[in-house]
């Protein structure tokens, strides 16, 4: 009894994989066409590249830390300031 409760069980499992690796699944839903999303990524990227590069100031001693860390801070707030006013 327990071979053919085995075998059963066995095909049941091998019946349930297949039918669970062939079923078919839904087709994706297509994006509109008035929303293309890689033609506004193109825009952001041009636009971004059209806008002048920032001028990084030079430290006065690249020797001396706490100037460095200074102007490292004070280029860091500028950014920030910058990010905050485009928002």
Do not use: C, I, N
């Not at 293309?36 to 990227?45: C, G, H, M, S, T």
């Not at 590069?53 to 102007?71: C, I, L, N, Q, S």
């Amino acid at each position: 009894m327990r071979r053919l409760f085995t075998w059963v069980a066995g095909a049941a499992g091998g019946l349930a994989a297949y039918r669970a690796a062939t079923r078919r699944r839904p087709a994706p839903e297509a994006v509109p066409a008035e929303v293309d999303p890689v033609q506004e990524l193109r825009a952001k990227l041009a636009e971004a590249r059209s806008e002048p590069e920032p001028v990084v100031a030079e430290p006065a001693d690249p020797d001396e830390p706490d100037a460095r860390r200074r102007d490292v801070h004070e280029q860091a707030r500028s950014a920030l300031d910058e990010m905050r006013d485009q928002a």
